[in-house]
């Protein structure tokens, strides 16, 4: 038997990770044309991987995940108060939901 066959599949959070892993989701005018295609922004945690992301939408959402796509997004310079600035970077995770499968944004989490 080879070593992948014995590894379990998907990865278990614990809750608290769960609402840890996803920070909010992304509403912008793209954000909102990918939600027609059943796919949907969040901002999550730098820190975060696509199984953890996937495991999180998946508990939160109680919808089926078919991939996880993250890009970093680099933070901008900014000036402040006359200085020179630095926004953090963050990440984003676009989630494209299975067939028939949706989010709505617009209502809180239970």
Do not use: C, H
Request: hydrophobic share 40%.
């Amino acid at each position: 038997m080879s070593e992948t066959a014995t590894k379990p599949r998907g990865v278990q959070l614990s809750a608290e990770r769960v609402y840890q892993v996803i920070l909010s989701p992304v509403v912008t005018e793209k954000a909102t044309r990918l939600n027609e295609a059943s796919q949907v922004t969040f901002k999550v945690t730098t820190d975060a991987t696509k199984p953890e992301i996937k495991a999180a939408v998946e508990k939160l959402f109680n919808v089926k995940v078919e991939a996880v796509n993250t890009l970093v997004m680099k933070g901008k310079t900014k000036r402040f108060r006359g200085r020179p600035g630095q926004r953090s970077d963050w990440k984003k995770a676009v989630v494209t939901l299975q067939a028939g499968q949706t989010i709505d944004l617009t209502t809180g989490l239970a």
